[in-house]
């Protein structure tokens, strides 16, 4: 019976678009090569974030400052940033009172190409990121290049990006919520290389799977309970 269950689970997810933060996988080569799903291009004038419940990227609100996003932002789906991403920020940042923010892991990919819109699927090239704090929540941000960017593809680890495009990066997280008057709880303690941003990738799915099991195997078991 479970068997014949799983294969009707499995068909389903062949005919239905998958839940980006759910349904999609983060990818066979992570944390080095991780899909990364797209809420928002440089050229938005509007903040995209996915709906948590439903799987659609909604409106969060309209851009407030006169500066855009300088890279393509989403998240890698299949993390979550509890307890064991928060650690990690505590080892690193010797304090003891940050905690996870509850949200997929972020990731900025970098790319010399222009995107029409958001709502996409990427393979990205994990480089580095930032150990960002917002409120005292780890908020980590995945610095990464588009697999097979002509520009940047060729770059391994964040100490060969040019220094001017990791500080645009920073400046804009660190400045996004002046006119909210949020920007004083948002601060950037280091920006690290690729090791450090494995450890924070794997950390989030260990975080993931303690909040939320295998999807489709819990869909199968939750069926089988029902037929019961």
């Not at 990364?36 to 419940?53: H, L, Q, W």
């Not at 970098?110 to 996409?120: D, G, V």
Request: hydrophobic share 35%.
């Amino acid at each position: 019976m479970k068997e014949e269950v799983k294969k009707i689970v499995d068909a389903m997810s062949q005919r239905f678009v998958s839940h980006p933060w759910h349904g999609v996988e983060v990818g066979e080569k992570s944390p080095a090569i991780v899909n990364a799903y797209i809420e928002i291009i440089p050229s938005d004038a509007i903040k995209y974030e996915i709906d948590k419940a439903s799987g659609h990227l909604m409106v969060d609100r309209p851009q407030k400052l006169s500066n855009h996003m300088p890279c393509l932002y989403g998240f890698v789906p299949k993390t979550y940033c509890d307890t064991r991403v928060a650690q990690y920020s505590c080892e690193k940042t010797g304090r003891n009172d940050i905690t996870g923010d509850g949200d997929p892991l972020d990731i900025c990919v970098l790319s010399e190409r222009s995107f029409n819109h958001a709502n996409i699927l990427c393979e990205a090239k994990v480089i580095g990121g930032m150990r960002m704090l917002d409120g005292g929540e780890a908020d980590d941000k995945i610095i990464a290049v588009l697999k097979s960017d002509q520009a940047y593809g060729d770059i391994n680890d964040i100490s060969e990006m040019p220094k001017m495009v990791i500080d645009r990066v920073r400046h804009f997280f660190l400045t996004y919520k002046d006119l909210d008057g949020g920007a004083k709880n948002v601060e950037i303690t280091h920006v690290y290389g690729k090791e450090e941003a494995f450890e924070v990738i794997n950390r989030s799915r260990e975080d993931y799977d303690a909040k939320y099991g295998n999807v489709n195997e819990n869909l199968v078991n939750e069926l089988l309970a029902a037929l019961k």
